[in-house]
């Protein structure tokens, strides 16, 4: 991966941010940030993901590269998915539901808003390997992800709900919150895995209870 560091102080600096509020944002260190703009060490795709977001730039901008490259088509393509999944979601809300006994599973996920009310791509990659198994095993059960600002919104709609490991430590409370619906907390291994049958296995077993 190119050296960034230059490229990242000069975006921070130019927001007038600190290390510290930076730092803040995307939920790490300052040491962090200070180590990426040195050079010392450099962010994941994720949190490169989450930079572009902060400052509106692609990755590739990000990385220094001239020419629109993978992660220009593959974020463009990931926009306009975003954009109709949301006016599907609209739409699916405002239309009666069939009587076939759907079944709702909703995996809630914290993230900052700058980055997406979907969750993060990880959790959306996730999203995508249980909805594969529940047609490939023709289960009547629907799985859509939302950020964790909105679970007042969605919880109540869920038959069952799954929580990425930065938000499992509301487990407790949201199983007081929604009495009867089962919370299950995703483990760090499982979730950086995406280990889809596991946590596939884990909803069909509390939803025939």
Not at 8 to 17: D, P
Not at 45 to 72: A, H, V, W, Y
């Amino acid at each position: 991966m190119p050296e960034i560091g230059e490229k990242l102080k000069e975006l921070r600096q130019s927001k007038k941010m600190t290390q510290k509020t930076l730092a803040e944002i995307l939920n790490v260190t300052p040491q962090a940030i200070s180590k990426w703009e040195r050079n010392k060490s450099q962010p994941d795709l994720q949190t490169l993901i989450d930079l572009s977001k902060c400052f509106n730039i692609t990755i590739d901008e990000m990385l220094g590269n001239k020419r629109p490259s993978f992660f220009d088509g593959f974020f463009s393509k990931k926009r306009g998915r975003d954009h109709m999944g949301k006016m599907a979601q609209k739409l699916k809300e405002n239309t009666p539901q069939n009587h076939d006994n759907r079944k709702k599973v909703i995996i809630f996920d914290k993230t900052f808003s700058l980055i997406s009310d979907k969750g993060l791509l990880q959790t959306q990659m996730l999203n995508r390997k249980l909805e594969l198994l529940m047609q490939e095993n023709q289960q009547k059960i629907d799985v859509d992800t939302y950020n964790s600002n909105q679970v007042d919104q969605y919880g109540q709609l869920a038959d069952a709900i799954l929580l990425t490991p930065t938000f499992a430590y509301a487990k407790d409370s949201l199983e007081k919150k929604f009495t009867g619906t089962p919370v299950i907390a995703i483990s760090k291994k499982d979730y950086g895995v995406l280990a889809a049958e596991k946590i596939y296995h884990q909803l069909i077993t509390v939803l025939k209870h």
